[in-house]
């Protein structure tokens, strides 16, 4: 019996979850920063971490972009003013985006992971384009 309980006991020990984060992002209309923002608007997280999409400001949404998530990962998009969360299980870069302002350049980027592979769809809208690229800017590997 007791090899069973050495077992059971290393198997929660030993278990992601248990040690797995909670990520908040806000997403605003305006704020300091300027219009249509995550706050944060980037994200270096490990496997199996959550993040948590909060409404800040009413009229947003958290949804991958269309070619900007690892292969494997399942695309997600949540309600319009409805606070979301999601685990992100399979290393790389999602591309996040708020459906009504993605021409607007409401984007974010969450890298999953040691040192991910993102890509960029080459149909971006300029504006989220340019948001990508100050968020690189401003968060070198």
């Not at 309980?5 to 979850?17: C, D, G, N, R, V």
């Not at 998530?69 to 708020?98: D, H, M, R, W």
């Not at 809208?125 to 690229?133: M, N, S, V, Y």
Request: include cysteine.
């Amino acid at each position: 019996m007791k090899p069973i309980l050495l077992l059971t006991s290393l198997i929660f020990l030993t278990a992601q979850p248990v040690w797995a984060e909670t990520h908040e992002v806000q997403m605003y209309t305006r704020n300091a920063r300027g219009p249509m923002v995550y706050e944060p608007d980037f994200l270096r997280i490990a496997p199996g971490d959550k993040v948590r999409f909060i409404p800040v400001q009413p009229g947003h949404n958290a949804a991958t972009i269309d070619g900007m998530t690892p292969k494997g990962a399942v695309p997600f998009k949540s309600q319009i003013n409805e606070e979301f969360t999601v685990t992100l299980t399979i290393p790389g870069g999602y591309g996040i985006k708020c459906s009504p302002h993605f021409a607007m350049g409401m984007v974010m980027l969450i890298e999953v992971g040691d040192s991910p592979e993102t890509i960029f769809p080459a149909d971006l809208p300029h504006r989220a384009k340019d948001r990508f690229d100050a968020i690189l800017a401003e968060n070198p590997e």
